[in-house]
């Protein structure tokens, strides 16, 4: 079955730098790659996804790149702000099944 | 109007009982799922159902069995509740499986097993 590797586990920086997270998967079926936030408490909620056949995608101080020959994804979050304090998770999805990384707790420091 | 809803919010138990919990969507989806987070806030699928048939069955224990009365339902009932069984269950929907469409959660019910 698919396995989703994700790293860092805790990520601390400062407002206003940049985040990277980073994702491998195993198997080259998966198709879909979701990025989910998950504030303390909270559901998770999607904040940016990407398709097997794109290589980048950008949503304003989010960004997300997938390098397929390789089987790894990123999320770049420019420009932190404290409320982008919160866990992280990336997943990988192939036949209806989204198997999920192990989360990154963020924290943006003011 | 909430999307995808479950309940209880929060659950207190015994050990030895039995609980159920209740999820509802009303965004149309056809596929529905069962999370499990635990207290590392890892999240791993439990079930998933497409149009009330079970299309993914993780390797979780018989004591958990889901039902899907219709599309828009999907129950989770868990006997003999032991302490590991103590996480936060969410429950998602997405609009079908196998697509490239993003899962909407529940708020989750917060299981606490004493």
């Known amino acids: 079955g698919e396995n989703v590797e994700q790293h860092p586990s805790t990520l601390s920086v400062q407002e206003g730098d940049s985040a990277v997270i980073k994702c491998t998967y195993s198997?080259?079926?998966?198709?879909?790659f979701p990025w989910y936030k998950q504030e303390l408490g909270k559901r998770p909620q999607l904040i940016i996804d990407i398709r097997s056949n794109v290589g980048e995608k950008k949503d304003q101080r989010i960004a997300v790149t997938l390098n397929k020959t390789a089987k790894h994804f990123s999320l770049h979050i420019t420009e932190t702000q404290p409320e982008d304090s919160a866990v992280y998770f990336c997943a990988a999805r192939n036949a209806g099944k989204s198997t999920f990384g192990d989360g990154t707790t963020l924290t943006v420091k003011p | 109007d909430t999307a995808v809803s479950q309940t209880p919010k929060y659950l207190v138990t015994q050990m030895g009982n039995d609980k159920s919990i209740k999820c509802e969507q009303n965004l149309g989806h056809d596929t529905m799922y069962w999370y499990k987070q635990d207290s590392k806030k890892f999240l791993k699928i439990m079930f998933s159902y497409n149009n009330k048939e079970l299309i993914i069955n993780e390797t979780v224990p018989n004591r958990f069995s889901p039902k899907s009365p219709d599309k828009a339902h999907l129950n989770l009932h868990i006997n003999s509740l032991e302490l590991g069984d103590s996480a936060v269950y969410f429950c998602?929907?997405?609009?079908?499986?196998?697509?490239?469409?993003?899962?909407?959660f529940g708020q989750g019910t917060r299981l606490t097993v004493v």
């Open positions: 198997d080259s079926a998966s198709n879909y």
């Open positions: 998602a929907s997405s609009r079908r499986a196998g697509s490239h469409t993003e899962a909407f």
